[in-house]
């Protein structure tokens, strides 16, 4: 039986990883912080078939140890401080977690399981306000943010672990996917969420930011496929994780409200406390790489993507209000 581990496990990505793992069979371990009041609404549903260990990224001794317990044959690096709106606001914290606690697990699997495979959730920030349209692998790095600075960090590193220490590392840059389970911070969960609200009558309006930036928009559950097809390839390398397809804000609020025909500008506010310091206006990636070397490509659209989120939140809201 295959072991793994899954630094992150509580997140989104972390969660459909996890299933799929236990689908094909791994021993699942999950790498989660100490806190008063954990966040494992995602993964309580297999509770029974993973394993959780603590540990932290900003913390050496704690990743040392859980990696000599578990001994895994793969390791998902998905932990990190994600959102790019606050790594302006913690950017020293995120250089720590995002950037140098990749560093610190690269270092404990080197001493203490050199023949793991790696996995490292890099990002199309990473890419920031690149001029080449769509990115390769190829394609220079810019980074707009404290997050894709750090993030970027953390892609090099990998490179170089790869490169000094012939371990198994892979980079997949993945653009940005969602899903019912993406945290409420996320621009497309937050519209979700109220149109759900405004749909069962909760709410009036939602404040947004900047309805014209573009997104490179996928599902959460197509791409830990690619995650777990990067350490099954016989040689480590970096990928480009994407649709190839670019949509705005606006398009994705529309879809939105269409979904329960209302007009969005009925209930759209603008509100300047939403806008980044620094805006990524156009990503799209390229993903003929993963296609021709992996097999993989993206399966659910835009469009359904967006009926899936809306509907489970709808549904999830009901619940909650106990509403029939």
């Known amino acids: 039986m295959k072991s793994a581990l ?3 496990i509580t997140g989104q990505d972390g969660s459909y990883l996890s299933e799929l793992l236990i689908e094909k069979g791994y021993k699942v371990y999950g ?31 704690s990743l040392d140890t859980a990696i000599m317990e578990t001994k895994p044959d793969e390791v998902y690096n998905l932990a990190a401080q994600s959102f790019v709106g606050t790594s302006w606001n913690q950017p020293v914290l995120t250089g720590d977690m995002t950037g140098i606690g990749a560093v610190r697990l690269l270092e404990s699997i080197r001493h203490f399981c050199k023949d793991a495979r790696v996995y490292q959730a890099s990002s199309s920030e990473m890419f920031g306000k690149s001029q080449e349209i769509p990115q390769k692998e190829t ?30 590392i ?7 996917h969602e899903s019912p389970r993406r ?7 937050k519209i979700t969420d109220a149109v759900a609200r405004i749909h069962l009558g909760l709410a009036i309006e939602v404040n947004l930011g900047n309805l014209d930036a573009r997104r490179d928009w996928g599902f959460a559950g197509d791409y830990v496929q690619a995650m777990w097809l990067m350490l099954q390839h016989d040689k480590p390398d970096d990928f480009i ?30 509100d300047p406390k939403y806008l980044r310091p620094s805006e990524v206006n ?41 509403i029939s």
């Open 31 to 61: 790498l989660v912080r100490h806190l008063s009041s954990p966040n494992n609404s995602r993964i309580e549903h297999i509770f029974d078939k993973i394993t959780l260990v603590e540990g932290d990224l900003t913390d050496q001794s």
């Open 183 to 189: 945290g409420m911070d996320y621009v497309t969960h």
């Open 139 to 168: 394609t220079k790095f810019s980074p707009g943010s404290p997050y894709g600075c750090a993030k970027a960090y953390a892609y090099f590193m990998c490179v170089d672990y790869r490169e000094t220490y012939n371990m198994f």
């Open 6 to 8: 899954i630094t992150g």
């Open 170 to 176: 892979s980079n997949g840059i993945l653009y940005n």
């Open 241 to 270: 994780i994407s649709t190839g397809e670019t949509h705005s804000v606006r398009e994705f609020v529309e879809l939105a409200f269409e979904e329960v025909g209302l007009d969005w500008e009925d209930h759209v506010k603008i």
């Open 282 to 322: 156009y990503l799209i990636g390229d993903n003929s790489k993963a296609k021709q070397i992996l097999g993989w490509e993206p399966k659910l659209k835009f469009k359904d993507l967006i009926r899936m989120m809306v509907h489970t939140d709808i549904e999830r809201i009901m619940y909650e209000k106990h």
